[in-house]
């Protein structure tokens, strides 16, 4: 099975933001530094080019939906590469079970664990896609409330790739002093 990445909003915004064709403000962000904001756009650029490199989707298109809550689907860049891995069929395809609300369905201590109803979708996507055999992680730029369930997150197996780890264990640390 292909590598597959389920990549947390967050990381397509902030290289959204990096990009020069893209509408997405830099001060829409929370990381101030363009150099860390380019740092994320050069990880999306290089998973974009890597036809090895899979992103995860789901067949109800719950992730996408959130995507599309954020970005402009025309010219953010984050979105454009969502859409060129679907076009050259670089997807794995996860079903993922949700409430009335639409958030997904995780089990304790998971659920109590992921505070953020929104991110429930991407840690069950990562789980569905590691139950169909994928090497899967989740990839995040700048959310910090991926720290806070990072015990409950790694007793399940999964793994929370940070692209920005210095910058995220400052803003941390800021937020819990």
Request: aromatic letters at 6%.
């Amino acid at each position: 099975m292909p590598d597959a990445s389920v990549i947390d909003t967050n990381v397509l915004i902030v290289a959204s933001a990096a990009d020069e064709a893209s509408v997405f403000p830099a001060e829409g962000t929370p990381v101030a530094r363009p150099e860390d904001r380019e740092a994320v756009l050069s990880w999306l650029t290089a998973f974009e080019r890597d036809d090895s490199r899979h992103v995860v989707l789901d067949w109800h298109w719950h992730l996408c939906g959130e995507y599309q809550n954020k970005l402009h689907p025309a010219q953010d860049y984050g979105w454009l590469v969502i859409m060129a891995k679907q076009d050259r069929n670089q997807v794995a395809w996860v079903g993922l079970e949700v409430d009335e609300h639409g958030h997904a369905v995780l089990d304790d201590p998971l659920s109590s664990a992921v505070t953020d109803l929104a991110d429930r979708k991407m840690v069950a996507a990562v789980l569905a896609a590691q139950a169909d055999g994928h090497d899967c992680k989740l990839i995040n730029a700048c959310d910090t409330d991926w720290l806070d369930c990072a015990q409950a997150l790694g007793a399940v197996g999964v793994e929370v790739t940070h692209l920005l780890p210095d910058w995220l264990r400052e803003v941390h640390a800021a937020k819990r002093a």
